[in-house]
Protein backbone atom coordinates (compact mmCIF):
# COMPACT_ATOMS: atom_id res chain seq x y z
CA UNK A 1 0.00 0.00 0.00
CA UNK A 2 1.45 3.66 -1.01
CA UNK A 3 1.40 6.50 1.23
CA UNK A 4 -0.38 9.37 0.05
CA UNK A 5 2.18 12.26 0.68
CA UNK A 6 5.35 11.47 0.64
CA UNK A 7 8.12 14.03 1.50
CA UNK A 8 11.35 15.06 -0.24
CA UNK A 9 14.18 17.02 0.54
CA UNK A 10 16.21 19.05 -1.55
CA UNK A 11 20.14 19.25 -1.95
CA UNK A 12 19.92 22.40 0.36
CA UNK A 13 17.79 20.39 3.26
CA UNK A 14 14.71 21.99 2.75
CA UNK A 15 11.50 19.15 3.05
CA UNK A 16 8.49 19.72 0.45
CA UNK A 17 5.67 17.09 0.79
CA UNK A 18 4.26 16.12 -2.14
CA UNK A 19 0.38 14.51 -2.27
CA UNK A 20 -0.14 11.73 -4.74
CA UNK A 21 -2.49 11.68 -7.52
CA UNK A 22 -5.86 9.42 -7.45
CA UNK A 23 -5.26 7.90 -10.66
CA UNK A 24 -1.58 6.49 -11.28
CA UNK A 25 -0.15 7.83 -8.18
CA UNK A 26 1.99 10.72 -9.42
CA UNK A 27 3.51 13.06 -6.68
CA UNK A 28 2.21 16.68 -6.63
CA UNK A 29 3.63 19.40 -5.15
CA UNK A 30 2.31 22.02 -3.11
CA UNK A 31 -0.36 24.36 -5.02
CA UNK A 32 -0.13 22.07 -7.84
CA UNK A 33 -3.30 20.76 -9.73
CA UNK A 34 -3.87 17.87 -11.77
CA UNK A 35 -7.71 17.06 -12.80
CA UNK A 36 -9.01 13.85 -11.47
CA UNK A 37 -9.13 11.88 -14.84
CA UNK A 38 -5.85 12.71 -16.28
CA UNK A 39 -3.34 9.51 -15.67
CA UNK A 40 0.15 10.28 -13.66
CA UNK A 41 2.49 7.80 -13.31
CA UNK A 42 3.61 7.07 -10.24
CA UNK A 43 6.92 7.97 -10.36
CA UNK A 44 6.50 11.83 -12.16
CA UNK A 45 6.77 14.88 -9.83
CA UNK A 46 4.47 17.50 -10.87
CA UNK A 47 5.72 20.71 -9.06
CA UNK A 48 4.32 23.65 -7.30
CA UNK A 49 1.60 25.67 -8.99
CA UNK A 50 2.12 23.68 -12.10
CA UNK A 51 -1.53 22.76 -13.82
CA UNK A 52 -2.66 19.30 -15.94
CA UNK A 53 -5.82 19.40 -17.47
CA UNK A 54 -8.61 16.72 -18.42
CA UNK A 55 -7.82 13.58 -19.80
CA UNK A 56 -3.64 13.87 -19.69
CA UNK A 57 -1.47 11.25 -19.60
CA UNK A 58 1.60 11.86 -17.95
CA UNK A 59 4.38 8.78 -18.22
CA UNK A 60 6.84 7.52 -15.80
CA UNK A 61 9.74 9.58 -14.57
CA UNK A 62 8.57 12.70 -15.93
CA UNK A 63 8.63 16.32 -14.24
CA UNK A 64 6.74 19.12 -14.71
CA UNK A 65 8.56 21.51 -14.04
CA UNK A 66 7.16 25.22 -11.42
CA UNK A 67 3.95 26.82 -12.94
CA UNK A 68 4.06 24.77 -16.12
CA UNK A 69 0.65 24.42 -17.87
CA UNK A 70 -0.71 21.54 -19.94
CA UNK A 71 -3.91 21.89 -21.43
CA UNK A 72 -6.64 18.78 -22.02
CA UNK A 73 -5.95 15.53 -23.74
CA UNK A 74 -2.35 15.62 -23.64
CA UNK A 75 0.31 12.94 -23.90
CA UNK A 76 3.63 12.84 -22.05
CA UNK A 77 6.10 9.82 -22.51
CA UNK A 78 8.29 8.48 -19.79
CA UNK A 79 11.14 10.39 -19.21
CA UNK A 80 10.13 13.87 -20.12
CA UNK A 81 11.53 17.28 -18.77
CA UNK A 82 8.64 20.01 -19.06
CA UNK A 83 10.20 23.48 -18.02
CA UNK A 84 9.15 26.16 -15.32
CA UNK A 85 6.38 27.79 -16.35
CA UNK A 86 6.05 26.35 -20.00
CA UNK A 87 2.00 26.35 -21.82
CA UNK A 88 1.50 23.24 -23.50
CA UNK A 89 -1.66 23.19 -25.35
CA UNK A 90 -4.53 21.21 -26.02
CA UNK A 91 -4.01 17.38 -27.65
CA UNK A 92 -0.61 17.66 -27.73
CA UNK A 93 1.42 14.60 -27.99
CA UNK A 94 5.37 14.81 -26.73
CA UNK A 95 6.71 11.38 -26.75
CA UNK A 96 9.66 9.59 -24.50
CA UNK A 97 12.83 11.38 -23.22
CA UNK A 98 12.33 14.59 -24.48
CA UNK A 99 13.28 18.48 -23.13
CA UNK A 100 11.15 21.20 -23.30
CA UNK A 101 12.76 24.30 -21.71
CA UNK A 102 11.35 26.90 -19.29
CA UNK A 103 8.97 29.54 -20.77
CA UNK A 104 8.38 27.30 -23.90
CA UNK A 105 4.97 27.36 -25.66
CA UNK A 106 3.80 24.60 -27.43
CA UNK A 107 0.71 25.36 -29.98
CA UNK A 108 -2.50 23.13 -29.38
CA UNK A 109 -2.06 19.46 -31.44
CA UNK A 110 1.38 19.88 -31.91
CA UNK A 111 3.32 16.12 -31.81
CA UNK A 112 7.10 16.36 -30.63
CA UNK A 113 8.90 13.05 -31.99
CA UNK A 114 11.07 10.80 -29.29
CA UNK A 115 14.38 12.94 -27.40
CA UNK A 116 13.23 16.11 -28.62
CA UNK A 117 14.56 19.15 -27.29
CA UNK A 118 13.28 22.32 -27.11
CA UNK A 119 15.93 25.40 -25.83
CA UNK A 120 14.09 27.92 -23.20
CA UNK A 121 11.58 30.08 -24.42
CA UNK A 122 10.55 28.84 -27.94
CA UNK A 123 7.28 28.30 -29.11
CA UNK A 124 6.02 25.62 -31.73
CA UNK A 125 3.24 25.96 -33.76
CA UNK A 126 0.36 23.64 -33.11
CA UNK A 127 -1.57 21.48 -35.61
CA UNK A 128 -3.87 24.12 -37.61
CA UNK A 129 -4.70 24.77 -40.89
CA UNK A 130 -2.39 24.90 -43.18
CA UNK A 131 -0.44 28.84 -43.41
CA UNK A 132 -2.45 30.77 -45.92
CA UNK A 133 -5.63 28.48 -45.91
CA UNK A 134 -8.87 30.06 -47.00
CA UNK A 135 -12.37 28.74 -45.39
CA UNK A 136 -14.90 28.35 -48.39
CA UNK A 137 -18.56 28.52 -47.88
CA UNK A 138 -19.74 25.34 -49.67
CA UNK A 139 -22.02 25.39 -52.86
CA UNK A 140 -25.59 24.61 -52.53
CA UNK A 141 -26.32 21.52 -53.29
CA UNK A 142 -30.25 22.72 -54.29
CA UNK A 143 -32.89 23.94 -52.32
CA UNK A 144 -32.48 23.03 -48.39
CA UNK A 145 -35.11 22.19 -45.74
CA UNK A 146 -36.05 25.96 -45.35
CA UNK A 147 -36.97 26.75 -48.94
CA UNK A 148 -39.58 23.85 -48.95
CA UNK A 149 -40.84 24.65 -45.69
CA UNK A 150 -41.84 28.08 -47.32
CA UNK A 151 -43.06 27.02 -50.50
Not at 7 to 24: C, F, L
Not at 58 to 71: L, V, Y
Request: glycine fraction near 18%; charge should be positive; aromatic fraction near 4%.
Amino acid sequence: MTRNTEVVEDDAGRATAYHRHPNGGGLLGPGSRAEEDSFIEATTYVEAGARIGSACRIGRGGWIDRRARAGDHVFVGDNVYIGRGTVVGNRVHIARHSRIGAGARIGHGARLPADSVVPDGTDIAGAGPPQGAVARKRKSQGPGPDSLMAA
